[in-house]
């Protein structure tokens, strides 16, 4: 099993349409999550951190569920330019001496349409 | 700042060359890793290094070395190539690691890598 999955989608969003798809996770010690998006062919950038309380930015809304272990993306009013794959990161401590180790998954792929 | 940068950016190799992959970033960072990315896999982690000085395996370090030349540079060599080895290469650096905190990552642009 892996350790971090998501739906590979595609989830196909008409422009103005809400999406939410979510990442689960395995180790339970995990510390800090993250969402990061990649563009075709481009590079991973950080689109944002997962607090414990969810957190907002702007259309974005991410959540984190500690006892079922998984966070969660919603994207409200979408965009074109929201097409991408969303990344979920999750950040394991794995001692207090020892530096975290990021976790990948797979991705999301999102498609707004006209 | 030209944050995280990545030399080549496209490579082909036949199987059995050798090629390194640079690393430079520019935000004085301490820790620096070399990722992997294939279709459906996700980010694999090959090695990284915490702060200058030190190296460590990843996830999948077999057939890859590293150097961690000083704070800015942190290069991936691949002695002899194998077709497994075709992916796409990024490199990223965060400034610390020690910290349950929320340390995001910065990450090149990538280096395409076709072994024939």
């Known amino acids: 099993r892996k350790e971090v999955e998501q739906d590979p989608g595609p989830f196909n969003v008409p422009e103005g349409a809400t999406v939410a798809f979510n990442c689960t996770y395995s180790?339970?010690?995990?510390?800090?999550f993250f969402w990061y998006r990649q563009d075709c062919r481009k590079e991973p950038k950080l689109l944002m951190s997962?607090?414990?309380s969810g957190n907002e930015d702007g259309r974005f809304t991410a959540q984190l569920n500690r006892a079922s272990q998984y966070i969660s993306l919603l994207i409200r009013d979408s965009k074109l330019s929201d097409s991408a794959t969303y990344l979920c990161?999750?950040?394991?401590?794995?001692?207090?001496?020892?530096?975290?180790?990021?976790?990948f998954g797979a991705g999301t792929q999102v498609v707004v349409t006209p | 700042n030209a944050g995280v940068t990545q030399t080549p950016k496209f490579q082909v190799l036949k199987t059995g060359q050798s090629m390194t992959l640079q690393c430079a970033q520019d935000?004085?960072?301490?820790?620096m890793y070399w990722y992997r990315q294939d279709p459906g896999m996700g980010l694999r982690l090959i090695y990284y290094?915490?702060?200058?000085?030190?190296?460590d395996k990843g996830e999948v370090p077999n057939g890859y070395n590293v150097s961690r030349l000083n704070k800015r540079e942190f290069s991936l060599r691949l002695e002899s190539a194998a077709p497994s080895q075709t992916s796409v290469y990024f490199c990223?650096?965060?400034?610390?690691?020690?910290?349950?905190?929320?340390?995001?990552?910065?990450f090149g642009p990538g280096t395409r890598l076709l072994v024939l």
């Open positions: 990223a650096s965060s400034e610390a690691l020690r910290l349950a905190g929320q340390e995001t990552q910065y």
């Open positions: 180790n339970s010690a995990s510390q800090s």
């Open positions: 997962v607090y414990s």
């Open positions: 990161v999750v950040n394991l401590l794995l001692t207090t001496d020892s530096w975290g180790k990021f976790q």
């Open positions: 935000m004085n960072h301490n820790s």
């Open positions: 290094s915490a702060s200058e000085g030190t190296t």
